[in-house]
């Protein structure tokens, strides 16, 4: 009889466990700042005719939850499943029409890439999420010259107030103004800065964004007659790899420094005819920003590594008759790679570029991430760059994957418009 009932009580525990409900995501803002969460926060906009949709790409099939949040509080939420393909797009439209604004996104790994990508009838652009607050930022690469337009959003998705000084560099020097010395950014709000209106006719312009208290995720907006473009700000550091489409146009490296010494600096230059090491020096004043056209050197797309002796942040800047890039560099090359909105738009092409620094070939695969997953599989010599050509436009993302570190940027084009974004790299991968 004793063995009946214990095959009973385990039957009935088995069922309780089935009906248990898993436990609730948590509510967005309660996650500290000082933990390494699995979160991301995003630039969304709704509205000037533009509108934002989300790409996921994950390690895993899970659960999440992303929140659009203005003025202090959530103005809409929904949960997500990645899949059996690790990935996920959503409208930010059918969650909340916000304007600009921004939006937690609480993933199911901590090894997920979520990517914005903003499309208007005439302009394209997109964004890696960041998922880490830093303490000091650069966010460089803007310009507010006649017809440009250069603002600067800071998120702040967490449940205590920030506060930020600011910093701004031109090719002027450090610009004085009242209105960017002290930034307060509520809780759970967005603030954005109009630096066209505060400092117009610069060519060149750095924000050293240093958080004082709680906890901002920094991004860029430039938008100029043709395109927008958004890109994030970045800790500085001393080592820095950038991928550089070729093609018509003009390609500039920005490189800031937030040190008050001067800071020395090389460029590498992975080219048609492999790596030339210490192509350019040069000096970076204090606090000061410098700018390298690529175009000068060869038309055919390029890699580079800047290394300096000091902490810098590095920018890659693609000027067309057809549209406008910005993004930040990496500071990682990595065996894995996440591309979340990658190859998301339609009529458009997407390409992959993938820069091998190391000194053994790697053996590359591109995966597409769909419902239904297609990949592709090819050599990238040692210290040399390649470029991919995405097959298909109906993918949430892409993920790379190479027996060696490689570092991995995309470029979408569309006929008026165009988005470059660095990948994200797994670093435990």
Same mark, same amino acid.
């Given at each position: 009889?004793?063995?009946?009932?214990?095959?009973?009580?385990?039957?009935?525990?088995?069922?309780?466990?089935?009906?248990?409900?898993?436990?609730?995501?948590?509510?967005?803002?309660?996650?500290?700042?000082?933990?390494?969460?699995?979160?991301?926060?995003?630039?969304?906009?709704?509205?000037?005719?533009?509108?934002?949709?989300?790409?996921?790409?994950?390690?895993?099939?899970?659960?999440?939850?992303?929140?659009?949040?203005?003025?202090?509080?959530?103005?809409?939420?929904?949960?997500?499943?990645?899949?059996?393909?690790?990935?996920?797009?959503?409208?930010?439209?059918?969650?909340?029409?916000?304007?600009?604004?921004?939006?937690?996104?609480?993933?199911?790994?901590?090894?997920?890439?979520?990517?914005?990508?903003?499309?208007?009838?005439?302009?394209?652009?997109?964004?890696?999420?960041?998922?880490?607050?830093?303490?000091?930022?650069?966010?460089?690469? /803007?310009?507010?010259?006649?017809?440009?337009?250069?603002?600067?959003?800071?998120?702040?998705?967490?449940?205590?107030?920030?506060?930020?000084?600011?910093?701004?560099?031109?090719?002027?020097?450090?610009?004085?103004?009242?209105?960017?010395?002290?930034?307060?950014?509520?809780?759970?709000?967005?603030?954005?800065?109009?630096?066209?209106?505060?400092?117009?006719?610069?060519?060149?312009?750095?924000?050293?964004?240093?958080?004082?208290?709680?906890?901002?995720?920094?991004? /860029?907006?430039?938008?100029?007659?043709?395109?927008?473009?958004?890109?994030?700000?970045?800790?500085?550091?001393?080592?820095?790899?950038?991928?550089?489409?070729? /093609?018509?146009?003009?390609?500039?490296?920005?490189?800031?420094?937030?040190?008050?010494?001067?800071?020395?600096?090389?460029?590498?230059v992975y080219g048609p005819d492999g790596?030339?090491?210490?192509?350019?020096?040069?000096?970076?004043?204090?606090?000061?920003?410098?700018?390298?056209?690529?175009?000068?050197?060869?038309?055919?797309?390029?890699?580079?590594?800047?290394?300096?002796?000091?902490?810098?942040?590095?920018?890659?800047?693609?000027?067309?008759?057809?549209?406008?890039?910005?993004?930040?560099?990496?500071?990682?090359?990595?065996?894995?790679?996440?591309?979340?909105?990658?190859?998301?738009?339609?009529?458009?092409?997407?390409?992959?570029?993938?820069?091998?620094?190391?000194?053994?070939?790697?053996?590359?695969?591109?995966?597409e991430r769909r419902s239904a997953t297609?990949?592709?599989?090819?050599?990238?010599?040692?210290?040399?760059?390649?470029?991919?050509?995405?097959?298909?436009?109906?993918?949430? /993302?892409?993920?790379?994957?190479?027996?060696?570190?490689?570092?991995?940027?995309?470029?979408?084009?569309?006929?008026s418009s165009l988005a470059l974004a660095?990948?994200?790299?797994?670093?435990?991968?």
């Open positions: 009889m004793t063995r009946y009932l214990m095959l009973a009580l385990i039957g009935l525990l088995a069922v309780a466990a089935a009906l248990t409900p898993q436990p609730p995501l948590p509510v967005p803002g309660d996650i500290a700042a000082s933990d390494p969460p699995a979160v991301a926060v995003c630039a969304v906009e709704e509205g000037r005719g533009r509108t934002t949709s989300l790409g996921i790409v994950s390690v895993v099939n899970g659960r999440g939850r992303f929140t659009a949040f203005a003025g202090g509080r959530p103005t809409g939420s929904t949960i997500f499943e990645t899949g059996s393909s690790g990935s996920t797009s959503i409208p930010v439209v059918d969650i909340s029409a916000v304007g600009i604004a921004a939006g937690l996104a609480e993933l199911p790994d901590i090894d997920t890439g979520v990517g914005s990508v903003v499309v208007g009838e005439e302009t394209l652009s997109a964004n890696t999420c960041a998922s880490t607050p830093a303490r000091q930022t650069i966010l460089g690469g /803007g310009s507010t010259l006649s017809g440009e337009s250069l603002e600067l959003q800071l998120m702040n998705p967490y449940a205590g107030e920030a506060v930020v000084e600011l910093t701004v560099v031109s090719e002027v020097g450090i610009e004085s103004s009242d209105t960017l010395a002290t930034v307060i950014i509520p809780s759970r709000s967005s603030i954005v800065l109009d630096l066209a209106e505060i400092l117009p006719g610069r060519a060149t312009l750095s924000v050293i964004i240093d958080t004082i208290r709680g906890s901002v995720i920094p991004v /860029g907006r430039f938008a100029n007659d043709i395109d927008t473009a958004i890109w994030s700000a970045t800790p500085p550091q001393q080592d820095w790899f950038l991928v550089s489409p070729g /093609g018509e146009g003009r390609r500039s490296v920005i490189v800031s420094t937030s040190s008050p010494a001067d800071v020395n600096y090389q460029i590498d790596l030339v090491e210490a192509m350019i020096e040069g000096v970076i004043p204090g606090r000061g920003i410098i700018s390298v056209d690529l175009s000068t050197l060869t038309d055919q797309q390029v890699a580079i590594r800047v290394i300096s002796t000091g902490p810098v942040a590095s920018f890659l800047r693609l000027d067309r008759d057809s549209g406008v890039g910005l993004t930040s560099g990496s500071t990682s090359p990595s065996t894995k790679w996440l591309m979340p909105g990658a190859a998301s738009v339609g009529e458009s092409t997407t390409l992959v570029y993938i820069l091998n620094p190391d000194i053994e070939d790697a053996t590359v695969t591109v995966s297609t990949a592709e599989q090819f050599p990238v010599p040692a210290d040399s760059l390649i470029v991919y050509e995405v097959s298909e436009i109906s993918a949430d /993302g892409l993920a790379i994957e190479s027996d060696v570190p490689i570092v991995a940027t995309w470029l979408t084009i569309r006929e660095t990948g994200v790299p797994v670093l435990d991968g």
